[in-house]
């Protein structure tokens, strides 16, 4: 912190005065660390400068408030962009639905899903996988399995992490066909089961009683040279 602070001093004295850009960079690499009263500051200062800021500071600010739990104020800061007259994005509604989702809030961030197709605004493959998770955190496997069947419907490409809270919550649950199903459709689509899928099922089949078929899925594990 007190490095950063003194580059800033540095370009300061040297005449170099930061552009909207380089607030947004500044703030971001702040609400990475979790030092959003000093990504504040700079928000603050930002202003006094006569620096408006834009759509993405605004996203990258929300999103820092949701990482500590601060989801009023995320909010707050939310609609004080849509008072400014900033156009909702998929990056504005994806940064909610991934907060929301994050703080265990799955049927709100589902709710602004339902607003953002109303409102013809794209989702993408982070929009999916957001409140997957979401409804992962919450337990909820019928409302996961919708979202990523709709993901597939709109013709996305799933990424590893679409499919690793379903892999692993129907392993929990015992489902180890389904398990092991989606496995082989990660394959068929290019993506490679990674080692903590490969222990899911491993786990999932030795709680069945499946001992044999374990030894087969750490067997291929291995082959793969994936390090369990």
Same mark, same amino acid.
């Given at each position: 912190?007190?490095?950063?602070?003194?580059?800033? &001093?540095?370009?300061?004295?040297?005449?170099?005065?930061?552009?909207?850009?380089?607030?947004?960079?500044?703030?971001?690499?702040?609400?990475?660390?979790?030092?959003?009263?000093?990504?504040?500051?700079?928000?603050?200062?930002?202003?006094?400068?006569?620096?408006?800021?834009?759509?993405?500071?605004?996203?990258?600010?929300?999103?820092?408030?949701?990482?500590?739990?601060?989801?009023?104020?995320?909010?707050?800061?939310?609609?004080?962009?849509?008072?400014?007259?900033?156009?909702?994005?998929?990056?504005?509604?994806?940064?909610?639905?991934?907060?929301?989702?994050?703080?265990?809030?799955?049927?709100?961030?589902?709710?602004?899903?339902?607003?953002?197709?109303?409102?013809?605004?794209?989702?993408?493959?982070?929009?999916?996988?957001?409140?997957?998770?979401?409804?992962?955190?919450?337990?909820?496997?019928?409302?996961?399995?919708?979202?990523?069947?709709?993901?597939?419907?709109?013709?996305?490409?799933?990424?590893?992490?679409?499919?690793?809270?379903?892999?692993?919550?129907?392993?929990?649950?015992?489902?180890?066909?389904?398990?092991?199903?989606?496995?082989?459709?990660?394959?068929? &689509?290019?993506?490679?089961?990674?080692?903590?899928?490969?222990?899911?099922?491993?786990?999932?089949?030795?709680?069945?009683?499946?001992?044999?078929?374990?030894?087969?899925?750490?067997?291929?594990?291995?082959?793969?040279?994936?390090?369990?």
């Amino acid at each position: 912190m007190q490095e950063e602070e003194g580059d800033r &001093r540095n370009l300061k004295r040297r005449g170099y005065i930061p552009h909207k850009a380089m607030y947004t960079a500044m703030i971001h690499g702040l609400c990475k660390m979790k030092w959003i009263g000093e990504a504040r500051k700079l928000w603050f200062e930002m202003i006094q400068k006569g620096l408006s800021p834009d759509e993405y500071t605004y996203n990258v600010l929300i999103h820092g408030l949701f990482g500590i739990g601060n989801v009023n104020e995320a909010w707050k800061l939310h609609k004080e962009m849509c008072g400014r007259g900033l156009k909702q994005t998929t990056v504005s509604y994806n940064t909610l639905i991934q907060g929301l989702s994050m703080n265990r809030k799955a049927n709100e961030a589902y709710e602004l899903y339902r607003q953002m197709k109303d409102k013809g605004v794209l989702s993408d493959v982070i929009t999916y996988n957001s409140l997957i998770h979401g409804f992962y955190k919450e337990e909820n496997v019928t409302k996961r399995q919708e979202m990523f069947e709709e993901l597939l419907a709109h013709g996305l490409q799933p990424s590893s992490f679409s499919y690793a809270s379903l892999i692993e919550q129907f392993c929990q649950i015992g489902s180890m066909q389904k398990a092991t199903q989606l496995c082989e459709d990660m394959g068929k &689509r290019g993506l490679e089961p990674t080692t903590y899928n490969h222990e899911c099922i491993i786990a999932g089949l030795c709680n069945q009683g499946f001992a044999a078929e374990a030894m087969q899925w750490l067997s291929e594990m291995l082959n793969k040279d994936l390090i369990p």
